[in-house]
T-cell receptor, first 117, second 115 residues
Framework: KAGVTQTPRYLIKTRGQQVTLSCSPI?????VSWYQQTPGQGLQFLFE???????NKGNFPGRFSGRQFSNSRSEMNVSTLELGDSALYLC????????????????FGPGTRLTVL | AQTVTQSQPEMSVQEAETVTLSCTYD???????LFWYKQPPSRQMILVIR??????QNATENRFSVNFQKAAKSFSLKISDSQLGDTAMYFC????????????FGTGTRLKVLA
């Protein structure tokens, strides 16, 4: 099976612009989570989507939003970019089956490196 | 709120030796999962090992094993016969049971395996 894919891999934007990042989960996985990774703050949870619904949200401002499509692919949008938004954005998918048995494990994509100038 | 602490920012080990990475966590939950992930310089986060809190038996995956002490809220990772390819950042992560799919990560330990 193909792993989690993220596009684009690298992105350079300027302050005030907006950006959309894309994530395709492993086939059959229904849950998609997003994380922001920075040297200062480490890995922080942004939000999680399951069956096109946001189930969990981290402590990020409303400029950070996301959505999930019927095929489980997910997008993350950041509006009015700030310098502090420069980070590696990681997407992770889980099978999320009610039977458990390891379906809770998250598998990560390679990330999108966003640089805000 | 849950927290995860990795008290060793950096460690090094000689090739073929054994090294143990520490992780402690704080939670009032009884059912949860713990994970170790590695992030090599290429940046792809890879699952190393997974432990379910209700299982007393420590998880093992080839050269990787954990020492899970639930009462002490400790979850250390032991890497045996260290290889150069083990050089990476290692993150400990906690997730509540019950479909939250939200990991709480530690700050990571940078491990360097020396030839």
């Amino acid at each position: 099976k193909a792993g989690v894919t993220q596009t684009p891999r690298y992105l350079i934007k300027t302050r005030g612009q907006q950006v959309t990042l894309s994530c395709s989960p492993i086939s059959g996985h229904r849950s998609v989570s997003w994380y922001q990774q920075t040297p200062g703050q480490g890995l922080q949870f942004l939000f999680e989507y399951f069956s096109e619904t946001q189930r969990n949200k981290g402590n990020f401002p409303g400029r950070f939003s996301g959505r999930q499509f019927s095929n489980s692919r997910s997008e993350m949008n950041v509006s009015t970019l700030e310098l502090g938004d420069s980070a590696l954005y990681l997407c992770a998918s889980s099978l999320a089956a009610s039977s458990g048995g390891g379906s809770d494990t998250q598998y990560f994509g390679p990330g999108t490196r966003l640089t805000v100038l | 709120a849950q927290t995860v602490t990795q008290s060793q920012p950096e460690m090094s080990v000689q090739e073929a030796e054994t090294v143990t990475l520490s992780c402690t966590y704080d939670t009032s939950e009884n059912n949860y999962y713990l994970f170790w992930y590695k992030q090599p310089p290429s940046r792809q986060m890879i699952l190393v090992i997974r432990q379910e809190a209700y299982k007393q038996q420590n998880a093992t995956e080839n050269r990787f094993s954990v020492n899970f002490q639930k009462a002490a809220k400790s979850f250390s990772l032991k890497i045996s016969d260290s290889q150069l390819g083990d050089t990476a950042m290692y993150f400990c992560a906690f997730m509540k049971h019950g479909g939250t799919y939200k990991y709480i990560f530690g700050t990571g330990t940078r491990l360097k395996v020396l030839a």
